[in-house]
């Protein structure tokens, strides 16, 4: 499957639903990342990395203008769980994107199911396995100091 298959994300209908097929992460922006080890002792999914991701879609060129303008301002969080081989580059204060690869692995049931990678565009990279991704919210709206505001 192709590596821009967003269908791996659970709760992916949302967002389908909001984006339509122009659904993309080229240019999103990496607002935070967390890491919780989570409990050791329990069943859960753990360690995870929840990381809120501002999505937007094109709109339109601004009349006599040659400016972008975009719509469906979003703020996604996306809870990566048992995650392993991570490794986190550059965060900074403006975290942009080339786009979220998602490729499946093949591997026991229990073991990391996926391949992720942040590709970055300026500020931070991730690459690592998980064994689930799920969308955990949708919150319309710019962040604070985003160039989009």
């Known amino acids: 499957m192709e590596r821009h298959d967003f269908s791996y994300i659970e709760g992916y209908e ?3 639903a909001l984006f339509g ?4 992460f080229h240019d999103a922006e990496v607002v935070s990342i967390v890491l919780d080890r989570g409990d050791p002792g329990s069943n859960a999914w753990s360690p995870s990395l929840t990381a809120t991701f501002h999505l937007f879609a094109f ?42 690869h998602v490729a499946p692995l093949e591997s026991p049931e ?5 391949e992720v990678s942040f590709v970055q565009s300026f ?27």
């Open 14 to 16: 949302q967002l389908r």
């Open 21 to 24: 097929e122009h659904l993309s």
């Open 59 to 100: 709109s339109h060129v601004a009349p006599g203008s040659k400016r972008p303008v975009y719509k469906s301002h979003t703020l996604a969080a996306i809870r990566f769980g048992a995650v392993s081989n991570l490794v986190l580059t550059e965060f900074n204060n403006q975290n942009a994107l080339i786009n979220l």
């Open 110 to 114: 229990y073991e990391a199911r996926y």
């Open 123 to 149: 500020g931070v990279g991730a690459s690592f396995r998980c064994h689930s991704i799920v969308l955990i919210s949708l919150q319309p709206g710019i962040p604070e100091g985003s160039v989009y505001a």
